[in-house]
């Protein structure tokens, strides 16, 4: 029972280190934008959309790399689903090509499944620590604090999956409160009864 606690613990760690999909952005980072284009003197941006809204519709000029391609480097302002139509005329036809990408604070995806799993692990790691304090379990209860301790520092890091605001720094400074008051409380309590 002792070391089950503790490989669900280390299970659950991993599982917060889990890594990013491509087409997903770290908010700040740039992003490329890429338009081939042979046959034209010119490729434009002529509209950015975030969240089916449209932020920009001035022509925005991309810079040629040869071999008819076109690229700008862009860096998102904000969180959310972004929507680039880019516009060149190869060979006298217009052209008009889209390009996506999603801009979340951690860089991964947005996606449900993500979000489902980031509340198991919560739980799991909550769990942990209120069953090893209230059932007077010390070692279940510090494992328990050291993983809400992880679990609030990687929140206030990267948010929870695509969401990074106050309600999500109230979460993270709670369960790093808890996690620190389980863990310290029941060391201080453990090495008391050991030199009694």
Sequence with gaps: MKYSNIIITI???ILLSCGAYAETVKLGNTINITQGCAGSTYSNISQIKLNGQLISSSQIAMTATGGGSYAYAY?????????ILTHCNENGVDINAPFSFT???????????NIGLFIIVALIIYSIAFIGFFGKNEWVCILGGMGMLALGIYTINNG???????ITNIFS???????????LFTTVSLIQDNYN
């Design 75 to 83: 860096t998102p302002p904000a969180i959310g689903e972004y929507y």
């Design 160 to 166: 929870i999956i695509i969401y990074k605001d106050f």
């Design 173 to 183: 400074w709670t369960t790093i409160g808890l996690g620190a008051f389980f863990a």
């Design 103 to 113: 801009v979340s604070p951690s860089g991964y995806s947005p996606s449900g499944s």
């Design 11 to 13: 299970l659950v760690m």
